[in-house]
């Protein structure tokens, strides 16, 4: 898929609509701007999103830890941050 975009007077460019529908992105959405090689390379915030998701699953499932130890784990962690964040407050009354 190819066209030709015009950069307006105030930097602006439209995509085409095939384009966005494309790469899942819509109005609103926010795109990421790298340079690589002389090259603009644009990808959608979800699309970063779902790609660090996918290696966050990755490395769970290569860790053996069951999804219930991690939720307690998390748990535990909560509760640790919530005393020690409001038992400093009770402890300078």
């Known amino acids: ?3 030709t975009l015009s950069i307006r007077p ?3 460019v439209t995509f085409p609509e095939k384009f966005l ?3 899942g992105a819509s109005v609103g959405d926010q795109l990421e701007a790298n340079i ?3 090259q ?3 990808k959608t915030k979800k699309k970063i999103f779902l790609d660090a998701l996918g290696e966050i699953q990755k490395a769970v499932k ?3 830890i069951s ?3 991690m939720q307690d784990s998390l748990k535990q962690i909560r509760r640790d941050i ?3 964040k409001y038992s400093k407050g009770l402890s300078g009354q």
């Open 1 to 3: 898929m190819t066209a």
């Open 10 to 12: 105030r930097r602006q």
């Open 21 to 23: 529908r494309a790469v």
């Open 36 to 38: 690589k090689d002389n």
């Open 40 to 42: 603009i390379v644009l």
């Open 62 to 64: 290569e860790s053996g």
């Open 67 to 69: 999804e219930k130890e």
């Open 82 to 84: 919530y005393e020690k």
